[in-house]
């Protein structure tokens, strides 16, 4: 049997005061860099979703189909209640994968709209294909963070069927307008102006 590391969050040592750690901020963490740490995602889990069957190994206790999972906290969020999110950021990408159950499950490339982009053509399984066999596919990336007694930040990758719900969102944001301080017209406010709730709904 193969043993990985376990990671667990400890609790606050004894009785410290708050100020004690903030006189030492960051202490401990200079070596750490971006490439060092994991991007959480925003999960939106399904029937599927191997981390709402408990035979699977990365099944997370109390997930249920229609929550939203934080992949790098494990912090479970009720899908209906929904969450209050701060769009910060937005890009769109072209993702090369191979089907699944070939390599290794992670991204082969990543193409920035307006990338010089291979040719694909469309198979029946509605597939973006390239030359070698593996598929493009369309990514919506929304960076946002997330609302509450401590905020964090997150990633909200939409595609396939999701991307009409990612358009919506882009032009509800861009149909947002303030007026200016003067008086004569309008302006789009930035995105992070506005609070968003996300929640999670059935699709047919």
């Known amino acids: 049997m193969n043993k990985e590391t376990s990671i667990a969050k400890r609790e606050q040592t004894g009785a410290l005061a708050t100020n004690v ?12 860099k971006q490439e060092d740490l994991a991007l959480p995602f925003l999960k939106v889990l399904g029937q599927l979703s191997p981390e ?3 035979q699977d190994s990365k099944y997370v206790e109390g997930a249920e189909s229609g929550m939203i999972l934080n992949t790098v906290s494990n912090r479970l969020y009720d899908g209906k209640k929904g969450i209050d999110v701060l769009p910060v950021f ?8 191979q089907e699944r159950g070939e390599g290794k ?5 990543i193409y920035n709209a307006g990338d ?3 040719k694909t053509t469309r198979d029946k399984s509605n597939k973006d294909r390239l030359a070698n066999g593996n598929y493009l596919e369309n990514t919506a990336n929304h960076f946002v963070v997330i609302l509450g007694n401590t905020p964090s930040t997150a990633l909200i990758s939409m595609k396939s069927t999701q991307l009409k719900t990612s358009k919506k969102w882009n032009s509800l944001m861009l149909g947002t307008k303030m007026p200016k301080a003067k008086g004569n017209g309008v302006f789009t406010p930035p995105t992070y102006s506005h609070i968003y709730k996300l ?4 699709q047919s």
């Open 90 to 97: 937005y890009r769109r990408q072209y993702i090369e994968w």
């Open 199 to 202: 929640r999670t709904v059935q």
């Open 116 to 118: 010089d982009i291979p």
């Open 21 to 32: 750690f903030e006189a030492d901020a960051n202490q401990g963490a200079e070596n750490i």
């Open 105 to 109: 499950g992670a991204p082969l490339n």
């Open 52 to 54: 709402v069957n408990k």
